[in-house]
């Protein structure tokens, strides 16, 4: 099962997840898919990846973006998987410490909640150093204007790293590397 991991604030219907599903039914391949749409809480998002993992078949891949990115390296030290980060979250719980007490909104389903220290306690529960560089392709754009794509490279010494110039926190060229995201 390949599981896509989206973003903070984004579900199942951000541009990569779509552009990911469609090029997987395209070539028969659908049935193999899923991204779930995850509860803004970390705890809960995790307990609904952990489902999907416990129901694959064999062992599960990961692609996770941004916050996706985070999750998706606690779940490939945690069991053994293969991830593919596309401009992931580094040292997340720190970043997002500035928001507690925000008012946060889906961007898809204007579903709206208060960022707290509970979110924040439990994103830092899931801070992994990754150790396991050989289960990771990095896919980083350095026009990233959310995220500094030079946390990740230093943060993954030995992985698998494409760094593009230009670009955007989106990974504008997703669908170029979808072929060698499959490969890996």
């Known amino acids: 099962m390949l599981i896509y991991i989206h973003g903070f604030n984004s579900s199942s ?25 995850l509860p803004d ?7 609904r ?13 990961l692609i996770g973006s ?3 990115g985070f999750y998706a390296t606690y779940l490939a030290e945690k069991h053994g998987l293969k991830a593919v980060l596309v401009n992931p979250c580094v ?9 507690v007490g925000s008012m946060q909104k889906n961007w898809h389903d204007g579903t709206e909640y208060r960022f707290s220290e509970e979110h924040l306690a439990e994103l830092r529960a899931l801070s992994t150093r990754p150790v396991h560089m050989e289960r990771y392709l990095l896919l980083l754009e350095t026009g990233d204007a959310v995220l500094d ?9 030995g992985a698998r790293q494409v760094v593009l110039a230009g670009g955007d ?11 060698d995201i499959l490969a890996f």
């Open 13 to 37: 219907l951000s541009g990569k997840a779509r552009e990911l599903r469609d090029w997987m039914d395209g070539r028969g391949l659908g049935g193999t898919y899923v991204c779930p749409d």
């Open 41 to 47: 809480r970390p705890a809960a998002a995790m307990a």
């Open 49 to 61: 990846l952990e489902e999907f993992i416990a129901a694959s078949d064999g062992p599960a891949k």
């Open 66 to 68: 941004s916050l996706g």
């Open 91 to 99: 040292n997340c719980d720190e970043k997002l410490a500035a928001y």
């Open 149 to 157: 794509y030079r946390e990740a490279v230093a943060a993954f010494p």
């Open 169 to 179: 926190h989106g990974f504008s060229r997703f669908g170029e590397y979808l072929p």
